[in-house]
């Protein structure tokens, strides 16, 4: 059972940068595909990020690219989001989750979910 860990969120001032962390336990992060959700206040749970776990190609949601960038350290079965440019609109808390997703955008295509973290941008 492999289980997730998100750290890195906090608070921080518009146009600022946060990096979160989803650190695995329990199995090794590389064999899957790994996505990062949020979910803001009185809103449904949306698709922010994703990277295949074979050739590494990624997706984002349209708002944050440029912004966000999503990647894998494999020796610290790890997996980043790091967050430029932020405005109040990126406030939420952030869910890092893995799985044999074939749709990286799918919710229900991932098998394991961590606990989140709150990223609050304050204006």
């Known amino acids: 059972q492999v289980q997730l860990v998100e750290s890195g969120g906090g608070l921080v001032q518009a146009g600022g940068s946060l990096r979160l962390s989803c650190a695995a336990s329990g199995g090794t992060l590389s064999i899957y595909s790994v996505g990062w959700f949020r979910q803001a206040p009185g809103q449904e749970r949306e698709f922010v990020a994703a990277i295949r776990h074979s050739g590494g190609s990624t997706d984002y949601l349209d708002s944050v690219k440029g912004r966000f960038t999503i990647s894998r350290d494999n020796a610290k079965n790890t997996v980043y989001l790091q967050m430029n440019s932020l405005t109040s609109e990126d406030t939420a808390v952030y869910y890092c989750?893995?799985?044999?997703?074939?749709?990286?955008?799918?919710?229900?295509?991932?098998?394991?979910w961590g606990q989140g973290t709150q990223v609050t941008v304050s204006s």
């Open positions: 989750t893995a799985g044999f997703a074939t749709r990286l955008s799918k919710q229900s295509d991932y098998a394991y």
